[in-house]
């Protein structure tokens, strides 16, 4: 069911209309390679509390039906992670599958080391790619 939200200011929306068109040319990049660019995106900001990631996450569900969609894991957790950026903050930006079968793969945000938005229990998704808050620092995240 796709996701609705009152609330938001107009200056939120705005932002989030131009988080979700930018994140919109980054999703036909390869997986790997999303993941460095949105490395190099992360470095130099500051953790994301989970209130402020929800919120982010809220403003881009509520300007874009895809993002708001079943299908939309992926540019709702770049755009999400845009969101944050341009605030001088970062959520953990993660794509993974499922812990337990039956295989499915997704796409989400988590922030003070719980998922942002999801209606799941931690460790319900394995993360394959993960870009952390100062991520372009050396060495993995």
């Known amino acids: 069911m796709p996701e609705t939200h009152t609330g938001t200011s107009f200056g939120q929306r ?5 988080a979700v068109a930018v994140a919109r040319p980054l999703l036909l990049l390869p997986p790997a390679r999303l993941g460095r660019l949105l ?7 500051r953790p994301a ?3 402020r990631a929800l919120r982010a ?3 881009v569900t509520t300007v874009s039906a895809v993002c708001a969609g079943r299908e939309g894991c992926l540019p709702r957790s ?3 992670a845009l969101l944050c950026r341009a605030r001088g903050e970062w959520p953990t ?3 993974g599958v499922r812990s337990a079968p ?4 997704h796409a989400w945000v988590e922030a003070d080391g719980r998922l942002v938005g999801e209606e ?3 460790g319900y998704f394995q993360v394959l790619i993960g870009v952390s808050p100062g991520a372009g620092k050396r060495g993995r995240s």
């Open 102 to 105: 039956p295989f499915g793969a």
């Open 39 to 45: 490395r190099r995106v992360a470095r130099g900001a």
């Open 93 to 95: 930006w993660c794509v």
């Open 49 to 51: 509390g989970h209130d």
């Open 14 to 18: 705005t932002q989030a209309r131009i």
């Open 120 to 122: 799941l229990p931690q």
């Open 57 to 59: 996450r809220r403003a």
């Open 78 to 80: 770049v755009a999400t």
